[in-house]
């Protein structure tokens, strides 16, 4: 069973536009939810991490919410640049030993077209 | 900023032959990580270590071992490859897999 779903699969938008990219999850305990871009070809960057309840979080014109009642976060992306084309990945966190095990989603390929 | 880097960026190898992909850090992290990432799937790890000399079975360990012969590389290493390890690798460091820190990822190619 799929433990971290993200939705949609891929969006196009227009330049300028803004977004929302969806993450839901089941797993259990979770300790933090981390949102990475990952450009074509490369590895993958952190864009933001949500630890608490209600956490919400802003890094330039992205920004992140975490309803961990619902197992549920989004990422917002304001006015979308030609650069933000990418596969944007949530991966949930959860406390193993004293260290961390990932789940990762599949990702929401982005396309963002003149 | 985390430095990780692996080698080779790109690789063709046939089916039985033995392939190893490298890894290494220069942050001093104690642990370190390889994943797969393949289409439909989220990445899945592979093996990790938590530093020199110790390696430990990921989610899908089977066909793949690891070797950690110091805190800076990290391999991982396909004795008998096949056609259904075709994937892109990545490694990943860590200081305790709260962050992750990752490579530019290996295409592998196992015709």
């Known amino acids: 069973k799929t433990q971290v779903e993200q939705s949609p699969q891929s969006l196009v938008v227009r330049q300028g536009e803004n977004c929302v990219l969806q993450?839901?999850?089941?797993?259990?305990?979770?300790?933090?939810l981390r949102w990475f871009k990952q450009d074509t070809g490369k590895g993958l960057v952190s864009l933001t991490v949500?630890?608490?309840?209600?956490d919400k979080t802003s890094n330039g014109r992205y920004s992140a919410t975490l309803d961990k009642d619902a197992k549920h976060s989004t990422l917002h992306i304001t006015a979308t640049l030609l650069d933000d084309t990418a596969t944007y990945i949530c991966?949930?966190?959860?406390?193993?030993?004293?260290?961390?095990?990932?789940?990762f989603g599949q990702g929401t390929v982005l396309s963002v077209i003149p | 900023e985390a430095a990780v880097t692996q080698s080779p960026r790109n690789k063709v190898a046939v089916t039985g032959g033995k392939v190893t992909l490298s890894c290494n850090q220069t942050?001093?992290?104690?642990?370190m990580y390889w994943y797969r990432q393949d289409t439909g799937h989220g990445l899945r790890l592979i093996h990790y270590?938590?530093?020199?000399?110790?390696?430990e079975k990921g989610d899908i360990p089977d066909g793949y071992k690891a070797s950690r012969p110091s805190q800076e590389n990290f391999s991982l290493i396909l004795e008998l490859a096949t056609p259904s390890q075709t994937s892109v690798y990545f490694c990943a460091s860590g200081a305790s897999g709260y962050e992750q820190y990752f490579g530019p990822g290996t295409r592998l190619t196992v015709l």
């Open positions: 991966v949930v966190g959860a406390p193993a030993g004293g260290n961390n095990k990932l789940t």
């Open positions: 942050n001093n992290h104690n642990n």
């Open positions: 949500l630890v608490h309840e209600n």
């Open positions: 270590s938590y530093g020199a000399g110790s390696t």
């Open positions: 993450c839901n999850y089941s797993v259990t305990p979770d300790n933090h």
